[in-house]
C-alpha cells in the first residue's frame, strides 16, 4: 500500500468516525418515525409501513392485492378478463414545505395476473381476419402480463409526520409508467391439437392475432401510463 493510499485510507476512517458524532452533536440526523396505514387504490387494497425523516422526507413500503372481473374485446375479439392484483411499492416521498403536500416516486414490482377467457360471436371466434367454429376450436384461454418493474410518480397529501395528531388521511393522484406486455393465447379444442390436420393453419392465424393483441394492448394510453389514485388512513406509532 502506498503512503498516499494509505493516507486516503485515514482520512476516510477519521471522517467515518467523526461524521456521526458531528451530526449529532448539530442534531442534524433527525430521528425516525413509523407510521402503518390501510390503503385503497386502483392497484388493489393493502396496507404500508411509513418511515418519516423528519418533516421532509418518507420513505414507504405498500402492497396491494385484490381481484375484479370485466368484459373487453380485443382486436374485435371479446373476452372475459379476471384481473387478480399483487403489487409492491417502494416509494420515496419528499414533502418540499414541511406539510401535508408531498411528491412522491418510486418503483412497483408487479406480481398480477390478467386471465382472458374467449367469448365466441354467433357460434365462432375470429382471429387474423379468419372465422373459426367454436366447437373446433373449444375454449380461448389466454394471460396478460403486466411489466414486472414499473416506475411511479406522484402527487398527495399526508400529513402524519407534520403535525402533532397521531393519524392523518392520506391521499395520492399518479401514473404508473409500463412498458410492453406479454399475452399468452391457447385454444383447447380439436384445432389446438398438434395432432390435428388444420392445427398448423390455425395456429399461425392463432399466433398472428395474440401478437396483434398484444400490441393493441400495450399501445394503449392507460397502460402505457396507468392511472393511479389512493385514499387511506394512516397512524403513526412513534
Do not use: C
Amino acid at each position: 500500500m502506498t503512503s498516499r493510499t494509505l493516507a486516503r485510507v485515514t482520512a476516510l476512517a477519521l471522517l467515518v468516525s467523526v461524521t456521526p458524532a458531528a451530526n449529532a452533536q448539530l442534531g442534524t440526523i433527525p430521528k425516525p418515525r413509523i407510521a402503518v396505514g390501510l390503503v385503497g387504490s386502483t392497484l388493489g387494497l393493502g396496507g404500508d409501513i411509513a418511515v418519516g425523516l423528519g418533516k421532509f422526507v418518507v420513505v414507504r413500503g405498500s402492497q396491494h392485492a385484490g381481484s375484479v372481473g370485466a368484459n373487453r374485446s380485443l382486436s374485435s375479439q371479446p373476452y372475459e378478463l379476471f384481473a387478480k392484483a399483487d403489487n409492491r411499492a417502494f416509494t420515496l416521498d419528499v414533502h418540499p414545505f414541511g406539510g401535508g403536500i408531498y411528491v412522491s416516486a418510486g418503483t412497483v414490482i408487479n406480481k398480477s395476473t390478467i386471465a382472458l377467457t374467449g367469448t365466441p360471436t354467433n357460434g365462432s371466434y375470429t382471429f387474423n381476419g379468419q372465422s373459426y367454429p367454436a366447437d373446433s376450436v373449444g375454449n380461448v384461454i389466454g394471460a396478460l402480463q403486466l411489466p414486472e418493474h414499473s416506475m411511479f410518480y406522484g402527487l398527495g397529501w399526508d400529513h402524519t409526520f407534520g403535525n402533532s395528531w397521531p393519524a392523518s388521511l392520506t391521499s395520492r393522484i399518479g401514473v404508473l409508467r409500463q412498458d410492453q406486455v406479454k399475452l399468452a393465447l391457447s385454444a383447447t379444442g380439436p384445432y389446438g391439437q398438434a395432432s390435428n390436420p388444420a392445427h398448423a393453419s390455425f395456429q399461425a392465424q392463432l399466433d398472428a392475432e395474440r401478437q396483434k393483441q398484444e400490441q393493441t394492448v400495450s399501445n394503449e394510453s392507460y397502460v402505457k401510463n396507468m392511472p393511479v389514485v389512493e385514499l387511506g388512513v394512516r397512524l403513526r406509532l412513534f
